[in-house]
């Protein structure tokens, strides 16, 4: 294979050679009249802020490419271009016939701005501004404008951010915190409104309920009692006046009881259940304490009684009715209805309590009935309340955050550009890359060449070898006879190779000459 | 009288009067059969010996060779293209022992493929070893390079064909070549026809028993009948195919139109891999052939006659070959 190979590039080699000679001496020639262009490179790096972040949080991203591709707008805006094409002059041929919009996206075209990674993986914190112009010292005034640019809008970008943030901030602040006022105006008046029915005063209803139960029973109690004494004066009463009304009473016989004695009767008696109830209850118990109270009135009408008593002697003859009652007697009923009008008064009075007891009573009770829908309210306004409060309180934080980050940013200790190489004036043109252009076109030469040539020996389809006159005819090949060239014949066959060396040593030259020149011109 | 006819008049009284002595046979040599008697006197005829050369009734003609002519194994012994016009000689001879192989047309498919130089040098190689007797026929009738280069404006096969002329007495000896040669006679519109005739054939076939080798050169098949018409004459036929130039197709063609079974080999002419391959090594045998060359004598080149460089010397003739 590497034979046939060979033949073939023999064979064809002005195929070969020469559409090879003509593009590569060709392209270097369109190069020559393709004017160099210039790169200046600046390269800035983003120097964070001073103050740790768990201090002062940045208002403003710290993405490179975020931060690049907002910059971009901003300095790559048609009136910033506009003003340094004016400025610097620049494409002074195309100004006359082309609209600034034009001029302005030539511009944008010969700008680049990139990041620059440092490791993989690893955040970028570094970009390059580049400009390419024809004139390297243009280039290098316009990367250092635009780096200017990019670097003082960068500064003023994030004050305007940091400011705009915290005036942002601030009126937030001020209505969540009017919001949460009104709230608590209304949770205040709710408060007020359904004051004894909240759920917290809950157990104060209670307690004070259950007081007034006991007071209640204390009310009835007493109210029995003096009920009962009410009762026991009025039996006392008709008993003195029935006393007083018998006037005569037999000598024979026994004599009857005098009140004395029935008072000494109902005196043992009461003591006698007193005893009673003290085996059952103790001396705090109402029953026994209104037993002591009722034993000490009788035993002070007992007293009465028997200081009474002697005056009218052991025996007394009853007073006909239509005689004067005993002015002893009187007294004591006069006692016992003042007693029963004192009884009458408590009684009243006792019952007039009982009802307030009883509406009070009430009154707590329905507040304990309401206490769940109260409750129930108040948990939905304590719930928002709450919300309110804590993105009050959310904003509130922010706000300083914010307006610590103002101060940094105005302080510029924040995060910012700093340039670390400066626009550069190149001296080597970045494009057109010349020597890689001519031999790509030497390539191309070659490359066309060899398709000219592959063509050329598809269409040829005479015999060039005995292995192909053997592979393809199936007839036997006896022999390969050389060319027979007679003096002159061979004369001209050398003379034919001298030029085909020369015209092939041309073309070569001619090819390494254009590579030359293009390597020269580089420099 | 040429020794050849006298033997032959011999033989005419034996077979009248059996009992006459059988004729012996040219001097110094003897065969047991009449043909191989015959075809001795006729080796002996045609060794170059002056002596034997009276015995023949050929014409000689002496022809002028040029560098033009390309006749290495002649003129460039030592050169690359006459070892290989040795090596077809070789080979030739190789096919002749499993097959019949005395008659052979030169033939290409396009003109200019070089059929002409390869019979001349085919010839002269067959010879100058083992000296067999060599016929070269001119059968290209429209338009002969041979006859144009070796014997113009003279008869030939066309007249033999049409007009039954003998064939002997046209042949020619040709000095320094030292092979017979036919000439294709005159331009002939029908030549085709000439050629497809059975006389053309007997006539070849009469032609082979006479000679060793009888090579035939023809028009090239692409544009014309004639070689296929021929290739039907002769024991085989050989394509001469000329490197980098003549189309793969036309060469499949025409060997389609010779017919395969015809053809016994092709000839690849003006190979410059060959040229490669002999200049890297003939410098090592050349140099001792170069030697032997120079000691050699020089090529005969008789005084020119201002005609083409072709003077004749001509013998009266004597011989009528049987019919």
Excluded at chain 1, 17 to 41: D, H, N
Excluded at chain 1, 204 to 229: F, Y
Excluded at chain 1, 375 to 390: F, G, I, S, V
């Amino acid at each position: 294979m590497l034979d046939n190979m060979q033949r073939f590039a023999f064979r064809r080699r002005w195929w070969l050679g020469v559409p090879a000679c003509v593009v590569s001496v060709g392209t270097v020639i369109a190069l020559a009249f393709v004017p160099s262009q210039y790169t200046s490179e600046a390269t800035l790096i983003i120097v964070q802020q001073q103050i740790p972040e768990r201090y002062v949080v940045p208002t403003t991203t710290t993405d490179i490419n975020t931060v690049l591709g907002a910059m971009a707008g901003e300095v790559l805006s048609r009136t910033r271009l506009l003003a340094i094409i004016d400025s610097l002059n620049l494409y002074s041929h195309q100004k006359a016939r082309t609209a600034p919009e034009a001029l302005v996206d030539l511009m944008r075209r010969n700008i680049t701005m990139a990041p620059v990674a440092k490791t993989p993986g690893r955040m970028v914190d570094a970009f390059s501004i580049s400009f390419t112009a024809d004139d390297p010292r243009i280039a290098k005034e316009v990367t250092g404008r635009l780096t200017d640019v990019f670097i003082s809008e960068n500064i003023k970008t994030r004050t305007d951010q940091a400011t705009t943030t915290t005036g942002f901030l601030r009126e937030q602040v001020e209505a969540a915190k009017q919001k949460l006022t009104d709230h608590e105006e209304r949770l205040r008046n709710f408060k007020m409104q359904y004051l004894g029915e909240l759920p917290e005063q809950q157990q104060g209803n209670l307690n004070i309920l259950g007081g007034l139960h006991s007071e209640l029973d204390n009310i009835m109690t007493a109210l029995n009692r003096a009920r009962q004494q009410k009762l026991y004066l009025e039996s006392l009463l008709n008993e003195y006046r029935r006393l007083n009304r018998r006037t005569v009473t037999a000598a024979v016989g026994p004599s009857a009881e005098s009140p004395l004695q029935l008072a000494q009767r109902d005196l043992a008696r009461m003591r006698s259940e007193l005893v009673q109830l003290r085996s059952r209850y103790t001396e705090n118990y109402p029953d026994v304490v209104y037993k002591e109270e009722e034993v000490g009135k009788q035993e002070a009408v007992v007293t009465r009684l028997a200081q009474s008593e002697p005056r009218r002697g052991p025996t007394r003859q009853p007073l006909p009715p239509s005689a004067d009652p005993d002015p002893e007697a009187n007294t004591a009923i006069a006692q016992l209805n003042s007693q029963l009008n004192a009884n009458g008064l408590e009684i009243e009075d006792l019952t007039r309590s009982r009802a307030k007891v009883s509406a009070e009573i009430e009154h707590y009770q329905s507040r304990l009935n309401l206490a769940p829908v109260r409750e129930q309210q108040l948990t939905a306004m304590l719930r928002d309340y709450d919300l309110l409060k804590q993105n009050y309180t959310d904003l509130l934080h922010k706000q300083l955050q914010a307006q610590l980050a103002g101060n940094l940013e105005k302080r510029q200790e924040g995060q910012q550009f700093r340039l670390v190489d400066p626009p550069n004036l190149p001296l080597m043109a970045s494009s057109p890359k010349r020597l890689k252009i001519s031999l790509g076109g030497l390539a191309a030469g070659l490359v066309f060449g060899l398709a000219l040539a592959v063509l050329a020996d598809k269409r040829d389809s005479s015999v060039h070898s005995e292995q192909l006159l053997s592979e393809r005819l199936h007839v036997p090949l006896i022999v390969a006879i050389p060319r027979i060239r007679t003096h002159e014949e061979q004369r001209a066959v050398f003379r034919k190779r001298v030029l085909e060396s020369v015209a092939g040593s041309l073309l070569i030259l001619a090819i390494l000459a254009a590579q030359l020149h293009v390597i020269l011109q580089r420099g | 009288m040429s020794r050849l006819f006298e033997y032959l008049r011999a033989l005419d009284r034996q077979i009248e009067h059996p009992a006459a002595a059988k004729p012996s046979g040219s001097k110094g040599i003897q065969h047991d059969d009449d043909a191989g008697q015959i075809l001795s006197i006729l080796h002996l005829a045609q060794s170059g010996d002056p002596a034997a050369e009276e015995s023949t009734n050929f014409a000689v003609a002496e022809v002028t060779l040029v560098a033009e002519d390309r006749l290495a194994c002649h003129a460039e012994p030592s050169s690359p293209a006459a070892h290989r016009y040795r090596l077809l000689r070789v080979r030739l001879r190789e096919m002749r022992k499993v097959r019949n192989l005395k008659t052979v047309l030169i033939t290409s498919a396009l003109p200019q493929d070089g059929k002409t130089t390869v019979l001349m040098n085919i010839a002269t190689a067959l010879r100058q070893q083992a000296r067999d007797s060599v016929l070269v026929v001119d059968g290209d009738l429209h338009r002969s390079s041979l006859s144009g280069r070796f014997s113009p404006r003279s008869i030939g096969l066309a007249e033999c064909v049409k007009s039954s002329v003998d064939p002997s007495s046209v042949i020619k000896h040709l000095q320094p070549l030292d092979w017979h040669f036919l000439p294709a006679g005159t331009p002939s519109e029908n030549a085709s026809e000439l050629l497809q005739s059975d006389a053309a054939a007997s006539i070849i076939h009469r032609l082979s028993s006479c000679f060793d080798w009888v090579l035939i050169d023809s028009p090239p098949v692409a544009p014309l009948a004639d070689a296929v018409s021929l290739a039907r004459h002769v024991d085989g036929t050989l394509f001469v195919i000329k490197a980098d130039v003549t189309p793969f197709k036309a060469v499949e063609q025409a060997v389609s139109l010779i017919g395969r079974k015809r053809v016994i080999g092709a000839v690849l002419n003006g190979t410059q891999e060959t040229d490669r391959l002999y200049d890297r090594y003939s410098g090592y045998y050349g140099r001792d052939d170069a030697k032997r060359q120079s000691a050699a004598p020089p090529v005969h080149t008789p005084p020119t006659d201002g005609g083409g460089g072709l003077t004749q010397k001509i013998i009266p003739r004597e011989l009528h070959l049987p019919a």
